[in-house]
């Protein structure tokens, strides 16, 4: 089973995945992510009654993309954070250029906001968990 997504990590994936709706639509954007069109539609709308984590987190791997121009390649975002961030690679060279450059990149982790435009989404799955977790 997969671990829950924080907050942020479902903020962006709901932000990321609104983003690419409006870009192309459901069907295009289910088929990119591999879901169904049903599925997608479920999750955007809010309405999808199991756990959303799967879909959110295939959403993140396969939308959550930078540009790295060191690599000239687009990245995944967590690549591209755990390079910025992670410890600094005396031991290979080729590894500790990147890093470098990482350094003053306009793709810096800390330079590009972690929160996507779209407004926090509160699914309706959660809303009923929450509800069923409160005491009158």
Not at 129 to 134: P, V
């Amino acid at each position: 089973m997969s671990s829950p997504l924080t907050a942020t990590e479902r903020t962006r994936a709901m932000g990321l995945l609104r983003a690419e709706v409006e870009r192309t639509d459901i069907a295009k954007t289910a088929r990119h992510i591999g879901y169904s069109r049903a599925t997608t539609s479920l999750v955007f709308n809010g309405e999808y009654k199991a756990s959303s984590v799967h879909v959110l987190t295939k959403v993140l791997a396969t939308l959550d993309r930078i540009a790295c121009p060191y690599l000239g390649a687009e990245v995944e975002a967590s690549y591209c954070q755990d390079t910025n961030t992670g410890p600094t690679p005396t031991w290979d060279p080729s590894a500790l250029a990147q890093r470098r450059m990482c350094q003053t990149c306009v793709n810096k982790p800390s330079a590009v906001s972690t929160q996507p435009s779209a407004k926090p989404v509160l699914l309706k799955a959660d809303k009923l968990n929450a509800n069923k977790g409160e005491t009158s």
